[in-house]
DNA sequence: GTCTATATGTTGATAGAC
DNA sequence: GTCTATCAACATATAGAC
C-alpha cells in the first residue's frame, strides 16, 4: 500500500475526478487515459488496475455525478414549496453559467457525445436526463399543474436549449436571461 | 477525366454529402476518412485530392448547411406574415423528429462536438447558431412584439432543448410535442 | 498495488505510379 | 485527376518487473 495499515490510496477518486473535469472540457474522445493519468497524477499503467477500460471510467463518472444530482434533489425535497425546489435547481444551473458558455451543460453534452460514440455507457448519462426530466416533472404534479407534463418538458428542454446556445455562442448572459424568464415563469405560477 | 469533355466528377458533391450524414449520425471524430471514402465510393487516398484535411472537409460541410438553411430561410422570407415563417420552421424541424431523436439536432449537436474537438471549425459551426438565433428573432421583431430578443431566445433554446432531451429518450414524440406547444404559442400571439 | 515499457490497432495524411 | 501502398502519430490496453 505505501499509506500504512488502513490508509486507503485516494487514486481512484481521483482519477473519477480528473475524468470529470477533462470529459467536461474537452469531450470523451479527445481526453486520453494518458491526459486523466497525469491531471490526477497517476501514472498512466496504474489507471488500469482502477478501471479495465476507459468505458469503466467513464461510467463511473456518470455514476457519480447520478449520486450527486440525486443527493442534491434528496435535500431539496425537503423544501415544502415545489416552486421553490425549482429555483433551486434553476439557481445551480446559473451558478454553472461561465462553465456552460464555455464547455456545455455537463449532462446534455454528456449524453449528446456518448450517444454517438459508446451506445452502452450512454445509455446511463441518457437515464440521468431522464430522471431530472422526471424529477422536474414531479414538482409541477405537486403544484397541482394538470400540464405538468408539458411544463416538465418545457422546463427541461428550456435548461438543455440554453446551455446548447449560450455555449455555441460563447455568452453566459445566455443562460442568465434564460433562467431569469424561467425563474419569472415558475414564481408566477 | 474519365467523363469526357467538360463533364465534372461529383466525387466532391457526394463526399460532401456522405460527410454530412456521417458526422451527423456517428459524429466527427468517430467517423473517419475511409467510412467518408467507402459510402461515397471513393478511393481513400483520392479524398485528399479534394480536401488537404479532414477539418477542411467538416468545414465544406457546415458551409453547404448554411448555405441550405438561408436559402430556405430566403423562401419563408417571402411569407408576409411572421408568425407563418416560424410555423414553417417548426414544421421543418417537426419533419425531422426520427432523425433527431436517434442523432440529435445536425446544427445543435454539430456545434456542441466541434467546440470541444476543433475550435477553429467550431466558429463556423457557432456562426449558423447565431444566425438561426438572429433570424428567428427578426421574425419576432417583425410581429412588433416588444421582447422580441426574448422570445428569440426562448424559442431558439426550446428547439435545441427538445431535440437534446429527444435524443437523450431516444424519442421523437418528445419533439412532437414541445413544437406542438411552441406552434399553439406562436399563433396566439 | 505500483509503475515502465511496449504491444496492438486505428487514423489522418503522404508518396508516387498511372 | 485517380488510386494503391504506406508512413507516422497517437490511443487503448497489456506484460511483467518491482
Not at 500500500?1 to 481512484?12: I, L, N, Q, T, Y
Amino acid at each position: 500500500m505505501g499509506f500504512g495499515m488502513g490508509r486507503v490510496s485516494d487514486k481512484r477518486e481521483r482519477l473519477i475526478e480528473s475524468a470529470t473535469k477533462l470529459f467536461h472540457q474537452a469531450g470523451f474522445k479527445d481526453t486520453s487515459i494518458a491526459d486523466i493519468a497525469e491531471d490526477s497524477g497517476v501514472p498512466l499503467g496504474n489507471v488500469y488496475y482502477y478501471f479495465k477500460t476507459k468505458e469503466d471510467l467513464v461510467a463511473a463518472v456518470i455514476e457519480q455525478r447520478t449520486e450527486n444530482i440525486k443527493e442534491e434533489a434528496r435535500r431539496w425535497d425537503k423544501i415544502p414549496d415545489p416552486r421553490q425546489r425549482l429555483i433551486k435547481l434553476l439557481d445551480l444551473q446559473l451558478s454553472m453559467k461561465n462553465s456552460i458558455a464555455k464547455y456545455g451543460c455537463p449532462i446534455g453534452s454528456m449524453c449528446q457525445e456518448l450517444d454517438k460514440e459508446r451506445p452502452p455507457v450512454a445509455r446511463e448519462a441518457d437515464g440521468l436526463m431522464d430522471w431530472v426530466l422526471k424529477w422536474i416533472t414531479r414538482q409541477f404534479e405537486e403544484m397541482r399543474q394538470k400540464q405538468a407534463d408539458q411544463y416538465g418538458l418545457q422546463l427541461t428542454a428550456a435548461l438543455q436549449g440554453c446551455g446548447v446556445v449560450a455555449n455555441a455562442l460563447k455568452d453566459p448572459k445566455i443562460v442568465e436571461r434564460e433562467i431569469g424568464r424561467l425563474k419569472t415563469w415558475i414564481k408566477e405560477m
